[in-house]
């Protein structure tokens, strides 16, 4: 089971551990402030507290973060330290791994999984809702809050809580310098970064459009690019200057996700044949599918299948329609849905305008034995106001647990809630009667998303339609 | 017990590599796609079947022969073989389907550190088992949908081992004539190996198509891929085989497997290859089929290539993937051609009139909509 916002990290040999219940010596594997992974293994109990913050500071510092960002993480750092070395896990082995040099530091924590009450990463934790006093799982929030992305999963007997704190990027600068207006392309190339760079100010300069967050920031898409997260082409004139381009990066084990094409002046041939690039890119490699959530006005429409759309909140209160767009790049083979009788006219709707070949399986009961509490992961993204959801454990509070999930981001100032489900696992399908209550309903299908498809709830319950605050 | 280290111990070349699914089989896809025939137009095989001598063999193959082993090194083939293109039986390698004596030619030449060169929109295999195994595979972008000499011969370097070209090419139809392969031979001068896929050279109706058989022996460096599983209608039997001069087989044969091509298989083969008969009955119903679907795609206003070869392809105003969705609801299997750099375009197998007259209402359905 997973709960990630991202791919689990890649296992570690355990030979690359020192397995002692004592300190033990930091391993590095390459120069600081590159790409490196440094490892330590301890045994939880409070008096490592500080190797295991003096490791992540030094760790982070090394790794290229700041003061500011290494003391985040360090101090997200302790607080999972000390939840984990206080409760059941006190004095199991604990593995921490910090990965980065590029545009992000990711401490990973490794322990048993028995050791860990997944309830404490629900957001509503009761510590946080002031229906108590402050509780141990206080400092599992207080974590998640001092980083930019936490991920948890389980595999093997072993839970990882992976924290991802980025590197601090200028904003980019909302009137850049003058650019000379490229001439008609000639060339489509993968960009430099010095021409990378001069695409995204081109793409910020853009009158309208919506863009991932982390485009506001073009040093951090610089080295994420160098880092391998993003790719990009671009269409050059006769003297190398970018008129065009198209990024992409991937999303999960089975999709890349494009933004663009952006065309600056540039013939709608272009837009084809950034697309042509990138599809080439994409043949014999393991991605099944392409999404593009952030369509561009150029994107050639008889390229992609429209999968539906989200509502967006602009901030003046007026209401968007975000179109979502698919293009599968191999032959469906048919899969099997996942799918709970109150949204199975929704899915067959779909699955028929898509021509997707999947077998609905209706979900069984989820028997008598249930567990007490469920479990969401949110993964934010702040400057669009969105809060996404993904269920972690099924529970029976599952209806009150979403209630509060809803009335707490709300209270934040996030308006548009999502709730991603994946079909591939039977268990996700019992939230689906807590969903429809809280006022979310299924919006659209993104086909091999998860271990299956994934459909996409948004809540409309009290939509408001006056400006934000 | 822990599941094995995989990340740990696959060669980085292997972990990277996506293994090919291949489509699940009739029974299934019709259940899953709700359609109540299928016409499978994704794999170029003869709709005629195998030749009649063929198929008396395969009637007459006694199941006790079973229990026995094959002929090791298909021996009464290679027989026949040379008989019929006038060789030494040893200048032949048989493989389990020509995808094997792919295998042979790679492991025989490269290590890794070596490439291979070859097209980028052509029969993915090449591409395949040079990336599983280590060996870098330069791919040169077709020029008018067909193979780029002058680019293939600039991407050579001191380490390039194998060049592999496709004539005609899968999957656009289009093939070097005499002139342009023998000055292409010229220029790689014999340092290299040379591979001319002729998978489906039997189809092939134009004069100056050359004769890869005959090029051997003035060019030693040259190796002749052949099939069974096009023409002569024994896919499911999968048999295929090399030619070259003898010095060069003899040093392919160091990585040949032995034993891998069934009785079944060599029995059926050595019955058709001399059928000739067989050869003009298939070239007949491609060339009328191929003929209705030109004319009719030229009425739907959608872009095709049509080349040599039992195959067509076309270009669509939407997703080839989502088509490929579509005409499956139809009852219409096609090949979506994403995977090889042609996104938008599907490739046709052509069958009997009576059956590309149904894939014609059905392509209509689709544009309609």
């Given amino acids: 089971m997973s709960g990630l916002l991202s791919p689990a990290p890649s296992r570690t040999h355990p030979a690359n551990y020192l397995s002692a219940n004592r300190p033990s010596a930091i391993l590095m594997d390459t120069q600081p402030a590159r790409p490196a992974t440094l490892r330590l293994a301890v045994t939880l109990r409070r008096c490592f507290l500080s190797l295991c913050t003096g490791f992540v500071e030094q760790s982070a510092r090394a790794l290229g973060l700041r003061d500011r960002e290494a003391l985040s993480l360090t101090l997200a750092a302790e607080e999972i330290f000390i939840y984990l070395a206080d409760g059941a896990a006190s004095n199991q082995d604990l593995r921490i791994e910090c990965q980065g040099g590029g545009h992000e530091v990711t401490v990973i924590f490794t322990a048993p999984s028995h050791t860990l009450d997944l309830r404490a990463f629900n957001i509503t934790s009761r510590s946080i809702t002031g229906d108590d006093e402050p509780s141990a799982e206080l400092g599992l929030l207080i974590a998640a809050r001092m980083v930019d992305r936490l991920r948890f999963s389980q595999q093997g007997g072993e839970f990882h809580l992976a924290m991802s704190k980025d590197r601090a990027y200028p904003a980019a600068d909302a009137t850049p310098f003058p650019i000379p207006d490229a001439g008609p392309a000639v060339t489509i190339k993968e960009p430099d970064a010095a021409e990378l760079h001069l695409l995204l100010q081109r793409i910020q300069a853009l009158p309208s459009g919506r863009l991932p967050a982390e485009f506001a920031t073009t040093g951090k898409v610089v080295d994420m690019a160098a880092a391998g997260v993003y790719q990009a082409a671009v269409a050059v004139d006769a003297a190398a200057n970018p008129g065009a381009g198209l990024l992409w990066r991937r999303q999960g084990d089975r999709l890349v996700e494009c933004y663009g094409p952006y065309l600056f002046g540039q013939s709608a041939t272009i837009a084809r044949r950034l697309l042509d690039r990138l599809l080439g890119s994409l043949a014999k490699s393991r991605a099944v599918g392409l999404l593009c959530r952030y369509p561009a006005p150029d994107l050639p429409a008889d390229y992609f299948e429209a999968l539906g759309t989200l509502h967006h909140q602009a901030p003046d209160g007026s209401v968007i329609e975000i179109p979502a767009y698919y293009r599968q790049l191999i032959e469906d083979a048919g899969a099997i849905a996942w799918c709970h009788p109150e949204v199975q006219p929704f899915l067959t709707s779909e699955y028929r305008r898509l021509a997707f070949a999947r077998t609905q399986v209706p979900l069984a009961s989820s028997g008598a034995m249930v567990d007490p509490y469920s479990v969401l992961t949110a993964a934010f993204n702040r400057p669009a106001g969105e809060v996404t959801l993904r269920p972690l454990w099924w529970g029976a509070d599952a209806l009150a647990n979403l209630s509060a999930h809803v009335r707490v981001l709300r209270q934040e100032g996030f308006y548009d809630l999502f709730f991603e489900m994946d079909l591939g696992q039977a268990w996700q399908g019992h939230f689906t009667p807590a969903l429809l209550a809280t006022g979310f309903r299924p919006r659209l299908i993104l086909p091999n998303a998860g271990q299956g498809d994934t459909l996409v709830f948004q809540c409309e319950a009290q939509f408001e339609t006056e400006a934000r605050p | ?369």
Avoid at chain 2, 240 to 252: F, H, P, Q, T
């Fill in chain 2, 1 to 369: 017990m822990n599941p094995p280290p995989l990340d740990r111990l696959l060669p980085a070349y292997v972990r990277g590599f996506e293994s090919y699914i291949p489509s699940k089989p009739d029974a299934e896809l019709m259940r899953l796609y709700g359609c109540a025939q299928l016409h499978r137009l994704n794999n170029n095989e003869n709709v005629l079947g195998p030749p009649p001598a063929a198929q008396e063999a395969i009637r007459g193959f006694s199941p006790p022969l079973a229990a026995l082993y094959p002929s090791g090194d298909a021996w009464h083939l290679r027989q026949r073989l040379a008989n019929r293109f006038g060789k030494d039986p040893d200048q032949f390698l048989v493989g389990n389907g020509a995808n094997e004596v792919i295998g042979f030619v790679i492991k025989a030449f490269c290590e890794p550190g070596d490439n291979i060169v070859t097209a980028d929109k052509t029969f993915a295999v090449y591409e395949w088992f040079a990336t599983f195994s280590g060996i870098e595979a330069r791919l040169v972008p077709l020029r008018d949908h067909g193979f780029d000499d002058q680019g293939m011969l600039d991407a050579i370097d001191a380490r390039t081992k194998v060049l592999f070209v496709c004539n005609p090419n899968n999957p656009t139809g289009t093939y070097w004539d005499r002139d342009r392969l023998s000055r292409f031979l010229e220029r790689v001068a014999g340092e290299r190996i040379v591979v001319l896929d002729e998978a489906y050279c039997e189809f092939v109706e134009a004069d100056d198509f050359p004769d890869g058989m005959g090029l051997i022996d003035d060019y030693p460096n040259l190796v002749i891929f052949r099939t069974f599983s096009k023409m002569y209608g024994l896919a499911g039997l999968r048999i295929g085989y090399l030619a070259g001069s003898l010095d060069l087989v003899n040093a392919i044969r160091r990585t040949c497997i032995v034993y891998s091509v069934n009785a079944l298989a060599q029995l059926a083969a050595v019955a058709a290859v001399d059928d000739d008969a067989h050869v003009a009955r298939t070239r007949a119903l491609v060339r009328e089929s191929k003929g209705l679907l030109r004319e009719e795609v030229t009425q739907l206003g959608l872009p095709y290539v049509a080349g040599e070869g039992n195959f067509m392809m076309i270009q669509l105003p939407m997703s080839d993937t989502l088509a490929y969705r579509r005409l499956l609801h139809q009852g219409f299997m096609i090949r979506s051609m994403t995977g090889f750099r042609f996104p938008n375009w599907i490739r046709v197998s052509l069958a009997r009139l009576e059956v590309m007259e149904g894939f014609v209402a059905a392509l209509r359905t689709l544009i309609a909509r």
